[in-house]
């Protein structure tokens, strides 16, 4: 057995014993397959899913590929930050190259009008599944999803919220704590929330998302009573994702006390994000975290664009693939999980991975 992988056996024996999951040997991790608890049962056959894992749509840097690999995979792939003009082509590119499911995320708080304009596009496209955040879809564009026969989910962070979501007639919940990467609707913890949630969705499929990296953070969280774990930063960090390799690499070795939670990257959407605690982070810090107009370095063109403009230094926009310039000062978008990533695999050797520490971590086998 590799060392890496007697390491992390080593490891996750004792803590899926404090968890209250069982006890899960080396061989054993070898030659069973690992259960479900219930709750993800219903889940992956509501959805069709194979696995009990959700990429997180985490903007411009979800691609079809990535997507396509993830859901051919047998977990739940994800596109996100599409434009109007290309939105349905783009669904329709991701539906040819896999007939398993997918999700398209839209974030309200970003739409000029609700109903988005976007929508009748992703639905037209075949998008089956619809997953909102940063906001409650008008009943126009419910009406919408479900004349198209299509699900929809919707992001929450309290159990107010999740009424508020279950009223609308939403599908799945996902509930997201401060320790998710990227823009952050959440204020408390996800496991301080995700009790709260649960009382309130009342059997309703509830997706854990904030800070989950790997598959003892999976194992945690299903154990907890969720139905799926959401991931984020680990995908960000695959063969396939759009980030700028020099993203991707800053992302190896970092700890989850790298991140931050701030304001510093709010020029394009004023919200707080966890970042990566890079030399723009540290410096607008020291300078007292000051409002615009008065920010160090205010006005920096940090990198450039394939299409030649200029990516400023507070933009809240991550550097992608063709960008070049000084891209680990731009805004380096990182959960708590960021500690979790070791390497930039393939997406379908990662979902693989991530379901075999599962199992080690305390996936039970299943009965024949």
């Given at each position: 057995?590799?060392?890496?992988?007697?390491?992390?056996?080593?490891?996750?024996?004792?803590?899926?014993?404090?968890?209250?999951?069982?006890?899960?040997?080396?061989?054993?991790?070898?030659?069973?397959?690992?259960?479900?608890?219930r709750?993800?049962?219903?889940?992956?056959?509501?959805?069709?899913?194979?696995?009990?894992?959700?990429?997180?749509?985490?903007?411009?840097?979800?691609?079809?590929?990535?997507?396509?690999?993830?859901?051919?995979?047998?977990?739940?792939?994800?596109?996100?930050?599409?434009?109007?003009?290309?939105?349905?082509?783009?669904?329709?590119?991701?539906?040819?190259?896999?007939?398993?499911?997918?999700?398209?995320?839209?974030?309200?708080?970003?739409?000029?009008?609700n109903?988005?304009?976007?929508?009748?596009?992703?639905?037209?496209?075949?998008?089956?599944?619809?997953?909102?955040?940063?906001?409650?879809?008008?009943?126009?564009?419910?009406?919408?999803?479900?004349?198209?026969?299509?699900?929809?989910?919707?992001?929450?962070?309290?159990?107010?919220?999740?009424?508020?979501?279950?009223?609308?007639?939403?599908?799945?919940?996902?509930?997201?704590?401060?320790?998710?990467?990227?823009?952050?609707?959440?204020?408390?913890?996800?496991?301080?929330?995700?009790?709260?949630?649960?009382?309130?969705?009342?059997?309703?499929?509830?997706?854990?998302?904030?800070?989950?990296?790997?598959?003892?953070?999976?194992?945690?969280?299903?154990?907890?009573?969720?139905?799926?774990?959401?991931?984020?930063?680990?995908?960000l960090?695959?063969?396939?994702?759009?980030?700028?390799?020099?993203?991707?690499r800053?992302?190896?070795?970092?700890?989850?006390a790298?991140?931050?939670?701030?304001?510093?990257?709010?020029?394009?959407?004023?919200?707080?994000?966890?970042?990566?605690?890079?030399?723009?982070?540290?410096?607008?810090?020291?300078?007292?975290c000051?409002?615009?107009?008065?920010?160090?370095?205010?006005?920096?063109?940090?990198?450039?664009?394939?299409?030649?403009?200029?990516?400023?230094r507070?933009?809240?926009?991550?550097?992608?693939?063709?960008?070049?310039?000084?891209?680990?000062?731009?805004?380096?978008?990182?959960?708590?999980?960021?500690e979790?990533?070791?390497?930039?695999?393939?997406?379908?050797?990662?979902?693989?991975?991530?379901?075999?520490?599962?199992?080690?971590?305390?996936?039970?086998?299943?009965?024949?």
């Open positions: 057995m590799p060392g890496s992988r007697r390491n992390f056996l080593e490891a996750a024996m004792p803590i899926s014993l404090a968890l209250g999951l069982p006890n899960v040997t080396a061989a054993q991790s070898k030659s069973s397959t690992p259960s479900l608890p709750q993800s049962q219903a889940l992956v056959e509501l959805f069709g899913l194979k696995y009990p894992i959700f990429q997180a749509g985490f903007g411009t840097s979800t691609t079809v590929p990535l997507a396509a690999a993830i859901s051919n995979a047998g977990a739940m792939g994800a596109i996100a930050g599409l434009r109007i003009e290309s939105a349905k082509d783009t669904v329709q590119k991701l539906k040819a190259a896999t007939n398993r499911p997918f999700y398209v995320n839209i974030l309200l708080a970003l739409q000029a009008q109903p988005p304009a976007i929508l009748p596009a992703v639905l037209e496209g075949g998008a089956q599944v619809i997953q909102f955040s940063w906001g409650l879809p008008a009943r126009e564009a419910i009406a919408m999803i479900r004349s198209n026969g299509a699900k929809f989910g919707m992001q929450v962070t309290s159990k107010e919220s999740a009424r508020m979501a279950l009223d609308l007639g939403a599908d799945y919940l996902v509930c997201q704590g401060t320790e998710a990467g990227g823009h952050v609707q959440a204020h408390r913890g996800l496991f301080e929330t995700l009790p709260l949630v649960l009382e309130e969705a009342r059997g309703k499929p509830v997706i854990a998302a904030g800070g989950i990296g790997d598959g003892l953070g999976i194992a945690k969280a299903l154990s907890a009573g969720a139905g799926a774990a959401m991931l984020g930063t680990r995908f960090a695959t063969v396939e994702s759009a980030a700028h390799p020099d993203y991707k800053s992302l190896i070795g970092a700890k989850a790298d991140t931050a939670l701030t304001m510093c990257f709010q020029d394009g959407w004023p919200a707080a994000h966890r970042v990566l605690r890079n030399q723009t982070f540290v410096n607008w810090e020291a300078a007292g000051p409002p615009p107009g008065k920010r160090p370095g205010e006005g920096d063109a940090v990198a450039t664009r394939p299409n030649g403009s200029k990516l400023l507070y933009a809240n926009q991550s550097p992608m693939v063709g960008y070049e310039g000084r891209i680990v000062e731009c805004s380096l978008y990182a959960g708590q999980s960021v979790m990533v070791k390497d930039i695999p393939a997406a379908a050797d990662l979902v693989k991975r991530l379901w075999d520490e599962y199992g080690a971590a305390g996936g039970r086998k299943r009965k024949a």
